[in-house]
């Protein structure tokens, strides 16, 4: 198993332009979720994704949209890149029903933006 | 909404005990992990408590959690150098979608 993938896994734009970041795994896993990373804040959820077909904001998602594909693949898209969404950008997955529940995390994209 | 808390940064020597604390403010947490981020890569889950655990014992990793004064406590045995790594603490709640809070993350240095 691959478990959670990403491409790229590094980015750099100018200002404006726009880009999407590929996610995917292979564990049948129901939810998905985008998180950023800055420096001092930990985490912070940008979208999840329940189960294949819905798709919910998160704490910051102004910027951003997502499109849940299929059950595997979750994208995230930023339409007008600003330097503000310089960051590291996590995509994860878990089961969602029964056991621990923990999340499953791809290796992160780290995008720059000029 | 809820919030997560941790110190930033920890610097221990080389085996010596490490204890990286957490403080969280959601009572209807259900379950309790602690995620290693080593450099340049993603979260990995190193362990878990559930919620009506006061204690869970894995190898030289003791988790502690104190439901009353809402605090986890993550203690490391014999610190080593490979133990140098970003260190959140999460909460899953039991409500709505199951929202996982992740903590700020604490920065372990291990020094030789």
């Known amino acids: 198993n691959a478990g959670v993938t990403q491409t790229p896994k590094f980015q750099v734009l100018k200002t404006g332009q726009s880009m999407t970041l590929q996610c995917a795994q292979d564990m049948n896993h129901n939810s998905m979720y985008w998180y950023r990373q800055d420096p001092g804040m930990g985490l912070r959820l940008i979208y999840y994704?329940?189960?294949?077909?819905?798709?919910d904001k998160g704490e910051v998602p102004n910027g951003y949209n997502v499109s849940r594909l299929n059950k595997r693949e979750f994208s995230l898209r930023l339409e007008s890149a600003a330097p503000s969404q310089t960051s590291v950008y996590f995509c994860?997955?878990?089961?969602?029903?029964?056991?621990?529940?923990?999340?499953?995390f791809g290796p992160g994209t780290r995008l720059t933006v000029l | 909404g809820e919030d997560v808390e941790q110190s930033l940064f920890l610097s221990v020597r080389e085996g010596d005990s490490s204890v990286i604390n957490c403080t969280y403010t959601d009572s209807s947490s259900t379950y309790l992990y602690w995620y290693k981020q080593e450099p340049g890569a993603g979260l990995q889950l190193l362990t878990y408590?559930?919620?009506?655990?006061d204690m869970k014992q894995d190898q030289r990793l003791t988790v502690l959690l104190n439901k009353k004064d809402k605090h986890l406590s993550l203690r490391i045995a014999d610190t080593q150098t490979g133990d140098s790594a970003i260190y959140f603490c999460?909460?899953?709640?039991?409500?709505?979608?199951?929202?996982?809070?992740f903590g700020t993350g604490t920065k372990l240095q291990v020094i030789p």
């Open positions: 994860a997955s878990r089961a969602a029903s029964g056991g621990v529940n923990e999340q499953f």
């Open positions: 999460a909460d899953l709640n039991s409500g709505g979608y199951q929202k996982v809070t």
């Open positions: 994704s329940a189960s294949e077909g819905t798709t």
């Open positions: 408590i559930f919620s009506n655990m």
